[in-house]
């Protein structure tokens, strides 16, 4: 008994061995793959077969404009003070020309609650082309605030203040600077017989009722007094009075209806596109019809209406990035220079001392 039993038990203990290497077998069967020994899948492989990238294709820059060339170097501008024949001091800043005799004299006049910086860039501009300009601070602004009276008092203007007279007495002003232009003419520095006048908004009035004055002088038998005003560039002309102060009797004068003139207002400012537009029609019968189709139109042209689509009006028109600067440029070059043997320079010392 005691061997069957010692058999029976071998047999059960090689029974059970097997049975757990099976499973231990199974188990490692089952079990996931270790991970650091797993052979990746191919990559997916498409039917054509890619070809390689090929080298980017050189794109064209941009032409890059060349430096301008330098010329000689712009004189300075120079602060001056001028008197009027009313005894206001006025301040103004001149851009001296480079062209000496051939030098085209420019007056410009701001507008309302404007001061002569306002025309600084355009000044230096037209500096740069050979034109000498002078733009002084109307009375009652910026620095020309001061004016003297007979018995040697002085009273302070205030441009809030200032009255439809007082307006009208600022041709005194825009006087002043030809006074000081004349002695720049009588030095060989400009030609003053080509002047020109640049108003914005209540300066574009002023320019006008000067222009009025201006051809309105009489010669004297030795000296040729005024008639030197040849053009007129007015922006943004209002389309109502200012404090009573208008153009319309000075735009009735035949001299002034016949004088090169061009008017520049923003289409979006919609009173002084109406106004220039008005005022370009008003004075077209005044000067001669030319064809659309002249190739030579340009030359005789006298009359310009620019409008460019902005909402801007005065000296603003003027700002970065605006075209009004170079069409001013052109105006002056059609008019004004290419028309200097029309406009022979002349030595205008008055014979009489003043």
């Known amino acids: 008994m005691h061997g069957r039993g010692w058999m029976v038990g071998l047999v059960a203990l090689l029974l059970s061995g097997a049975i757990f290497m099976s499973q231990v077998m199974t188990a490692r069967a089952q079990a996931p793959a270790n991970k650091g020994f797993q052979p990746k899948a191919p990559p997916f492989q498409p039917k054509a077969p890619i070809p390689p990238p090929k080298a980017p294709v050189p794109q064209p820059k941009a032409p890059v404009a060349p430096p301008p060339k330098k010329g000689p170097k712009l004189p300075e501008p120079e602060d001056v003070s001028l008197e009027t024949k009313d005894g206001v001091s006025i301040k103004a800043t001149f851009y001296p020309g480079t062209a000496k005799k051939e030098a085209v004299p420019i007056i410009m006049v701001h507008g309302y609650d404007g001061q002569r910086g306002d025309f600084h860039s355009l000044a230096v501009y037209l500096q740069g082309l050979g034109h000498a300009s002078i733009a002084p601070d109307l009375r009652g602004h910026g620095q020309s605030k001061v004016q003297k009276r007979a018995d040697g008092t002085t009273i302070t203007l205030e441009a809030e203040k200032l009255t439809k007279p007082n307006l009208e007495d600022m041709v005194y002003d825009i006087q002043a600077c030809k006074k000081f232009l004349m002695e720049k003419n009588n030095a060989g520095e ?13 300066g574009a009035i002023l320019a006008v009722r000067w222009a009025a004055g201006d051809w309105s002088l009489q010669d004297l038998p030795a000296y040729k007094q005024g008639k030197d005003v040849k053009a007129l560039v007015l922006l943004s002309p209002p389309s109502a009075a200012i404090k009573g102060l208008t ?16 008017f520049v207002a923003g289409t979006k400012d919609s009173k002084s596109a109406a106004e220039a537009k008005k005022l370009y029609k008003s004075l077209e019968t005044h000067h001669p019809k ?3 189709d002249d190739q030579d139109r340009l030359k005789r042209q006298e009359l310009f209406l620019v409008q460019p689509e902005v909402s801007l009006s005065g000296t603003k028109l003027l700002g970065s990035g605006s075209r009004v600067p170079q069409d001013i440029a052109k105006f002056i070059e059609l008019r004004l220079v290419n028309r200097k043997s029309d406009f022979a320079w002349q030595d205008r010392k008055n014979p009489l001392g003043n």
Do not use: H, K, T
């Open 290 to 292: 030319l064809a659309d």
């Open 247 to 262: 153009m319309r009797e000075a735009l009735a004068f035949p001299p002034v209806q016949q004088l090169s003139m061009m």
């Open 190 to 202: 400009l030609n003053i017989e080509q002047l020109c006048v640049i108003g914005a908004d209540l």
